[in-house]
C-alpha cells in the first residue's frame, strides 16, 4: 500500500486493488480512518477532529488527483505522489 502524502502527522494511502466506493485510507497517530474520495466523507473509522478537518480540507483540494491514485491503483500502476496541505 503506498504512502501518496504525508502532512501534520497524517499519512494518506491508497490500496491497489481495494473495494469501491472508491477511497483512500487517513492515518494519523493510532486512529485510522476510510475516506470516500468522491465525497471526502469519513466512511469507516475516526481521526481526531483538526486530523478530520486537515483531511477533509486537503481531499476537496486534490480530488481530480485522488481519483487518478485510484484508477492507477486498480490498473496495479504506480502511483503519483500527492501534494501535502500547506
Known amino acids: 500500500m503506498p504512502c501518496i502524502s504525508q502532512f501534520y502527522g497524517i499519512a494518506v ?4 486493488r481495494d473495494h469501491p466506493p472508491p477511497h483512500f485510507h487517513a492515518f ?10 468522491e465525497t471526502g466523507a ?3 473509522g475516526s ?3 483538526r486530523a478530520s478537518k486537515l483531511i477533509a480540507e486537503w481531499s476537496s483540494l ?3 488527483e485522488l481519483i487518478v491514485d485510484w484508477e492507477l491503483a486498480e490498473s496495479l500502476q504506480p502511483l503519483v505522489p500527492i501534494d501535502p496541505l500547506d
Do not use: F
Open 13 to 16: 494511502y491508497i490500496y491497489y
Open 28 to 37: 494519523y497517530g493510532d486512529s485510522e480512518a476510510i475516506v470516500e474520495i
Open 42 to 44: 469519513i466512511i469507516e
Open 47 to 49: 481521526l481526531p477532529r
Open 62 to 64: 486534490h480530488r481530480a
